[in-house]
C-alpha cells in the first residue's frame, strides 16, 4: 500500500514563503511522475507543479517563478518551495503520485493521494 503524507501547511502573509514536504512510502523513483495539486476553495483540484519521469520539474500557470518542486532521496520526499504567495495561493494542497498511462495529468489521472495539507496566505 503506498502512502503519501503531506506537512507544512499553515497560515502565511502574502508575500511570505512556505515550504510543503510530501513523504512517501517508497521511493521517489518508483513513483514518478509526483504532483502537487491546490484546491482553492469552492474551486476544482488543479495540478500547480510535478516531478516527472525523467526528474525534470515543472511549474504551471499562476505559480511559474515562485513554485520549485525538490526531492531528497535519503528521506522519500519530495518538496514544494513556495515564495512570493498571493492570497489566491490560499487552498488545499495535495501530493499525489503514479499516473495511470493515456489519462493526461488531470485528477482523475494519478493514482495515489495524500490526506492534504491546508495552505491559508493572508492579504
Known amino acids: 500500500q503506498v502512502q503519501l503524507v503531506e506537512s507544512g501547511g499553515g497560515l502565511v502573509q502574502a508575500g511570505g514563503s512556505l515550504r510543503l514536504s510530501c513523504a512517501v512510502s517508497r521511493s521517489i523513483d518508483s513513483l514518478k511522475p509526483i504532483g502537487w495539486f491546490r484546491r482553492a476553495p469552492g474551486k476544482r483540484r488543479d495540478l500547480v507543479a510535478y516531478?516527472?519521469?525523467?526528474?525534470?520539474?515543472v511549474e504551471l500557470g499562476s505559480v511559474k517563478g515562485r513554485f520549485t518542486i525538490t526531492r531528497d532521496n535519503t528521506k522519500n520526499t519530495v518538496y514544494v518551495d513556495m515564495k512570493s504567495l498571493k492570497p489566491e495561493d490560499t487552498g488545499v494542497y495535495y501530493c499525489?503520485?503514479?499516473?495511470?498511462?493515456?489519462?493526461?495529468?488531470?485528477?482523475?489521472?494519478?493514482?495515489?493521494w495524500g490526506q492534504g495539507t491546508q495552505v491559508t496566505v493572508s492579504s
Open positions: 499525489t503520485a503514479d499516473l495511470r498511462p493515456g489519462y493526461g495529468l488531470g485528477p482523475t489521472a494519478w493514482k495515489y
Open positions: 516531478l516527472a519521469r525523467d526528474n525534470s520539474t
